[in-house]
């Protein structure tokens, strides 16, 4: 292999999702392989810009895989986003003899490592962690198959409660701009009716639905409501709304929030990390950068940063089809 690349850095970066330990891990495990050395960044660009670096080797990361969160920490920067902050990063990783790096973050980390990339010309990699499964360019990013089998469970949890009361539950769950979590846990779930911001279903279909769940004989009823759902202002709205003009249920709203960021990664979460890991240190000692690791047909590979970032995620139309045929 060619090897111009002897000092690699890793950071997470944005939002905290199940699986960066367990990527942080495989990338200073294959740096350590190929004799590259590596460096840890704390707290993301924000820690780029203090020189917050650590040495790390392969014993550096033992333990981590199966753990939630980020052993490295992660934060948003704002003085990345200026040029002056961009150049002392630079600096920092000049002074250190970093050559390379590879971000585990968003969309915005991944914008922040392409202008940096093109400013410095410095070689940079990114791995999508994110739970939100809101990124171009791959069928997964991780942490969302983690998020999908914790809500999974909670919403199981929830129907107990739901049947045993004739409640009916709006649960809401994360998806600001896609409905990915929502439609697969509403579909495992079992849920009657999944709301989701590519759809905007309107507030008396979706009583009517109720009524005519209600009618067939159903003791209880879930709404998965996806959190950048248009229907409602809010899944209090929502609540509202139905209990004003639906008779015969007690209905109640579980607002799920950060508990889906976290605990320890799915098999699949911790498998992908280490692919991803060992795919981007080693598409950087062969010379390439500016690239996004993914998923693709269950292959690993490499999508451009820009067409990543500027693409948009979109959900499987054939899960709306088998969500509303369950749901008869
Ligand atoms: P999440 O999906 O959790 O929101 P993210 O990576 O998209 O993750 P952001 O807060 O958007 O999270 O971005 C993380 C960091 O990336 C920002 O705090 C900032 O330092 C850097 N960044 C984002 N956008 C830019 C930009 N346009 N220019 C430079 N840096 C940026």
């Not at 992908?272 to 500016?290: D, H, P, Y």
Request: hydrophobic residues 40%; charged residues 25%; glycine residues 12%.
């Amino acid at each position: 292999m060619l090897q111009t690349i002897k000092k690699i850095g890793v950071l997470t970066s944005g939002g905290d999702a199940p699986g960066m330990n367990a990527a942080i891990r495989s990338v200073v495990r294959t740096c350590a392989f190929h004799d590259i050395k590596c460096y840890g960044i704390y707290r993301g660009y924000e820690g780029m810009i203090d020189g917050d670096f650590i040495e790390m080797d392969a014993r550096s990361v033992k333990g981590i895989i199966n753990k939630g969160g980020t052993i490295l920490k992660s934060a948003r920067s704002k003085e990345f986003r200026t040029k002056e902050g961009r150049q002392i990063a630079y600096d920092q990783l000049k002074k250190a003899g970093i050559d390379a790096f590879v971000v585990i973050g968003g969309d915005g980390s991944f914008t922040g490592a392409m202008i940096f990339n093109k400013e410095f010309n410095f070689p940079v990699m990114g791995i999508p962690g994110t739970i939100d499964n809101d990124i171009f360019g791959t069928t997964h990013t991780l942490g969302y198959d983690t998020a999908l089998n914790t809500v999974v469970e909670v919403i199981d949890k929830i129907r107990d409660t739901a049947s045993s009361h004739n409640r009916l539950f709006f649960v809401e769950v994360m998806g600001r701009d896609v409905g990915h979590i929502a439609l697969n846990v509403g579909i495992a779930g079992g849920a009657e009716e999944i709301l989701i911001p590519e759809e905007d279903l309107g507030l008396d279909r979706l009583v009517e639905s109720l009524r005519r769940s209600k009618k067939s004989g159903k003791s209880s009823s879930i709404v998965v409501v996806a959190e950048g759902d248009k229907i409602g202002k809010s899944v209090f709205e929502l609540k509202d709304y139905v209990d004003q003009n639906m008779e015969g249920y007690d209905v109640r709203v579980s607002v799920l929030g950060h508990m889906q960021r976290g605990g320890p990664p799915s098999c699949f979460d911790r498998v992908f990390a280490s692919r991803m890991g060992v795919k981007a240190v080693e598409s950087l000692i062969t010379g390439k950068s500016n690239y996004m690791v993914g998923m693709k047909n269950d292959l690993i590979e490499l999508t451009p940063f820009d067409q990543a970032v500027k693409g948009k995620s979109k959900i499987n139309k054939e899960l709306l089809r088998v969500s509303d045929i369950m749901s008869i």
